[in-house]
């Protein structure tokens, strides 16, 4: 087994008490089966309360019970019950892991930090392509889990989708839309089909189908829910700068690290394309947004929350995913119409 990392990963340190979010604000807490027996075996008052605040939920896993969106052991001082009184070591799997996301293939693993951490999104924001050096290399691809040349030829799309997105001759908007053009040829040889031109698209309606979506899913924040609707009013004349750009991009290397090879098992390259579509437009019109009003949320929050509003959730994913499939302005050349606008 290859692990591959990007060269900021092992310089990343939890800030704790000091985090302007926090991973245990929000999100219900998953407790994997082994932790959860050795807190049974816990006999204190911290393990009555872990025991009585352990329930299972709608997806049938094992979870805290969250009071006001917070982890129920997330204490005063924005601290840790179960760190101080247990030990790092029995932190969950998922406590003790985030924001290290391991992307496993069998015989080479991916290593990336999530976007949803304030301080693992502040490393990311430093980095630049070179931090990925080691991403689709000279990977051994031998493994049964999946189709080797499929794999092959999968990682040389993604290692150019790369150099489109990162193609600096071009504003942000063009590149994305070179990687729509790209990716849909990459789909049809996928589907067994001839690649062929993409048709003239139509972007009329201009952004506020991607708003309304975004507005109907399910959200956390009232802070996030207040952004976006002030956003949607004035999207299609608020101008995306070229300094939230050069940000963005480490936003979609990132994306595609971290999803453009699930179309290993989903036989679809263009679900992860067109999320990147989706986060430019929201997050780059909000920041616009923001910039008239000397950033009440600074950019790497704006990107910080939507990874930790939309991009981690199953629910929100799946929506885009649907909506893909559905609605016809989500096609490559409608989408590429919409992007040739904002510049
Ligand atoms: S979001 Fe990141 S920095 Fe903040 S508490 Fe969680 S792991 Fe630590």
Redesign the pocket.
């Known amino acids: 087994m290859r692990d591959i990392y990007p060269d900021f990963y092992r310089e990343f340190k ?3 008490n000091r ?1 302007e ?4 604000k929000d999100w219900d807490i998953d407790v994997d089966s082994e932790t959860e027996k050795f807190y049974n075996t816990v006999n204190s008052p911290l393990g009555d309360k872990i025991r009585s605040l352990t329930y299972t939920d709608e997806y049938g896993e094992r979870v805290f019970k969250s009071s006001d969106g917070r982890c129920p052991f997330w204490n005063d001082d924005m601290l840790c019950d179960i760190y101080i009184g247990l030990g790092e070591e029995h932190l969950s799997r998922t406590c003790a892991n ?2 290290r996301v391991k992307i496993d293939f069998g015989d080479f693993r991916e290593n990336i930090l999530s976007f949803a ?4 999104a502040r490393f990311m924001l430093k980095s630049d392509r070179s931090s990925y050096a080691d991403f689709g290399g000279d990977y051994e691809l031998e493994s049964s889990e999946y189709d080797e040349d499929n794999m092959s030829f999968l990682l040389k799309a993604r290692n150019r989708s790369v150099e489109l997105l990162t193609n600096e001759d071009e504003p942000f908007a063009y590149r994305l839309a070179d990687c729509l053009e790209f990716n849909a040829q990459v789909q049809s040889l996928l589907d067994g089909n001839e690649p062929s031109p993409l048709a003239d698209g139509n972007a009329d309606g201009g952004t506020e189908f991607i708003f309304d979506m975004h507005k109907d899913f399910e959200i956390m924040s009232d802070t996030w829910k207040q952004a976006l609707t002030k956003t949607a009013v004035r999207a299609d004349e608020l101008k995306i700068s070229a300094d939230f750009e050069r940000d963005f991009e480490k936003f979609a290397l990132y994306y595609i690290y971290r999803y453009y090879l699930e179309s290993v098992n989903s036989n679809d390259v263009m679900y992860s394309v067109k999320r990147i579509v989706c986060a430019y437009l929201v997050t780059g019109k909000m920041d616009a947004l923001f910039a008239e009003k000397g950033y009440p949320l600074s950019r790497m929050r704006i990107l910080q929350r939507y990874s930790k509003e939309v991009e981690h959730s199953y629910d929100n994913t799946e929506a885009l995913n649907a909506e893909f499939d559905r609605d016809s302005r989500f096609e490559a050349e409608n989408l590429i119409a919409l992007l040739e606008n904002e510049v």
């Open positions: 939890c800030i704790a985090c979010d926090s991973c245990c985030f924001p951490c304030p301080e693992a």
